[in-house]
């Protein structure tokens, strides 16, 4: 998806804008962890960079440690509860938007699938999307499975350089 994106939450009382900036293409993600914080098969996510993101509204945030150590905080809309985008301390400047809020939803096509290790039984998986039993180790392998267009690829070098990616982003497999 290319230009700006707009998205919020349920009851309106959180909007937001996601400039067209530096993002990841969108993956989703088939952990238990995400099934269970959404009720569903699994979650469709992209990161971006938080500087990118207008926000209209209060929001609410929730923290907690995983596994690997890294401080994940979930930050959502404290009327309806539904969660806009997670950030966590292993990748400063950076975030991770719930893509089932943006306004077209139905246009993100993810580019990887995550974890299908654990997916659902009866989830199908399209043919020649990238599907990992877990997810990528390292900032290399996340930037080439879902990594940004080309022009970007030199601006990761930095982050890669600056941010270890932790060994797992999810309580369980």
């Not at 914080?37 to 469709?44: I, P, V």
């Not at 207008?54 to 994940?72: K, N, T, W």
């Not at 089932?100 to 580019?111: F, W």
Request: a positive charge; charged letters at 20%.
């Amino acid at each position: 998806m290319r230009g700006d994106l707009t998205g919020g939450c349920l009851c309106g009382a959180v909007r937001y804008t996601l400039r067209d900036g530096f993002r990841f293409r969108p993956y989703a993600c088939h952990c238990t962890d995400c099934q269970t914080r959404t009720g569903g098969a699994f979650s469709k996510h992209m990161l971006f960079a938080k500087q990118d993101l207008d926000i209209a509204g209060e929001l609410d945030v929730g923290s907690y440690e995983q596994p690997s150590g890294a401080l994940s905080s979930i930050w959502g809309c404290p009327n309806c509860k539904v969660r806009i985008f997670a950030e966590n301390d292993k990748r400063p400047g950076f975030a991770s938007l719930r893509c089932g809020t943006l306004d077209r939803s139905h246009e993100v096509v993810p580019a990887a699938h995550l974890w299908v290790s654990s997916k659902q039984a009866w989830v199908t998986l399209p043919d020649g999307v990238p599907a990992l039993a877990e997810q990528p180790r390292t900032q290399a392998e996340w930037i080439a499975l879902v990594g940004p267009t080309p022009s970007w690829r030199s601006a990761l070098q930095g982050f890669a350089a600056k941010a270890a990616m932790p060994e797992t982003t999810h309580y369980r497999s």
